[in-house]
């Protein structure tokens, strides 16, 4: 157990529809980073927030948006869904923005249909 | 940007070592070599970083060749908890995760 959480484990929705990602960090880190893992891209970063400010924007799309709040949990929000967006999203923390190890959550699996 | 090129996949028995190569001949002279590994239905695991000098920890041992143009992550005595995907990355000094690359690792097959 890293000590990271992630709700919900399973989302399943509908094209066109927009669902949230939420991410609970291990206790006393500051940053949280957002990733994505389908079958043909593997895993790849979406963006990091570091103390409620956002540091670094990876492949992230439009459609796509995240925030960190003053409690240092994070949601990811997704909208105008598309079937490829069905993916594993990970949620990852560290100590700080620089952190050699970050610690990743079990992930959200979500399925467009 | 630097990427990192590993085998698609691997075989081991129990209890022997495992050697587990990467190359990243684009390599700067500020990234640093890290491995993470994940296992089935869980998220990528921390397994351990370097620079330039070999790195021990009570995971594994990670061996960086002295050009830095490849290293090897060692499993002394391969366990069925260690099959996995591993990902050799590199993670520049500067702290830019547009390049935090995973790439498309070696999965591990540990044969009891």
């Known amino acids: 157990d890293s000590g990271v959480t992630q709700t919900p484990k399973h989302l399943i929705t509908a094209t066109g529809q927009r669902v949230t990602l939420r991410c609970s960090p291990r206790?006393?880190?500051?940053?949280v980073y957002w990733y994505q893992q389908s079958l043909d891209q593997g895993l790849q970063f979406l963006i990091h927030y570091y103390n409620g400010e956002e540091r670094a924007k990876g492949n992230i799309l439009e459609r796509f948006s995240a925030q960190q709040f003053p409690d240092l949990h994070s949601e990811l929000n997704l909208s105008s869904l598309e079937l490829g967006d069905s993916a594993l999203y990970f949620c990852?923390?560290?100590?700080?923005?620089?952190?050699?190890?970050?610690?990743f959550g079990p992930g959200t699996r979500l399925l467009v249909l | 940007d630097a990427k990192t090129t590993q085998p698609n996949s691997m075989e081991s028995n129990e209890e022997e070592p495992v050697h587990l190569p990467c190359n990243h001949s684009?390599?700067?002279?500020?990234?640093?070599i890290h491995w993470y590994r994940q296992l089935p239905s869980q998220g990528p695991e921390y397994v351990i970083h370097?620079?330039?000098s070999n790195v021990n920890n009570r995971m594994a041992s990670l061996a960086i060749a002295e050009d830095r143009k490849s290293s090897t992550l060692i499993l002394h005595r391969a366990t069925l908890r260690d099959a996995a995907v591993y990902y050799c990355?590199?993670?520049?000094?500067?702290?830019?995760?547009?390049?935090?690359?995973f790439g498309s690792g070696t999965k591990l097959n540990v044969k009891p």
């Open positions: 370097g620079l330039t």
């Open positions: 990852a923390s560290s100590v700080r923005a620089g952190e050699e190890t970050q610690y």
């Open positions: 990355i590199l993670r520049p000094l500067e702290n830019n995760f547009n390049k935090f690359y």
């Open positions: 684009t390599i700067s002279g500020t990234d640093y």
């Open positions: 206790s006393g880190d500051l940053s």
